[in-house]
């Protein structure tokens, strides 16, 4: 019987017409809606600051992607992020082959015992009295 290779990490989104998926059109939808109560809540001059805002962060959303992730998931990822608690644990990394533990042998305390004085010869008092200048 014959295999055939089978298609992986496959992440296309259905298309409705030729390049708009189903969430770029009901991001657009979504934009139109909210211009169209705009334009009969706000005064004409609001809605002319306020709808080609909404409509270019509407195509922002829609269009834009970062690394091949969408924008509003890369700023969902962002909030949460920063208004989530930050656990930093340090986990050991296993090595990628097993070490043999050295044996190393223990050093001994040499035990104190009686301290013997050095004698002091003639010669160094002498060197000692003519760098000092002293008699």
């Known amino acids: 019987m014959e295999q055939y290779p089978i298609p992986q990490f496959i ?9 708009i998926s189903f ?3 009901f991001y657009l939808v979504g934009a139109g809606a909210v ?12 809605f002319f600051l306020a709808a080609p805002i909404i409509f270019v ?14 924008i ?3 700023i969902l990822g ?8 930050k656990d930093y644990t340090w986990k050991k990394k ?5 070490f043999k533990p050295i044996k190393r042998t223990q050093i001994k305390k040499i035990e104190q015992g009686p301290v013997l004085q050095a004698q002091t010869s003639q ?9 000092l200048h002293t008699k």
């Open 23 to 25: 969430r770029q059109f």
């Open 35 to 46: 211009c169209f109560v705009l334009y009969f809540i706000l005064p004409r001059f609001l």
């Open 123 to 131: 010669l160094k008092k002498t060197k000692t009295q003519i760098d």
């Open 57 to 70: 962060a509407t195509l922002i959303l829609a269009f834009a992607t970062m690394n091949g992730v969408p």
């Open 94 to 98: 296993e090595s990628p082959y097993p």
């Open 78 to 85: 962002a909030i949460g992020f920063s208004m989530g608690g």
């Open 11 to 19: 992440e296309q989104e259905g298309k409705i017409a030729f390049f």
């Open 72 to 74: 509003l998931n890369m």
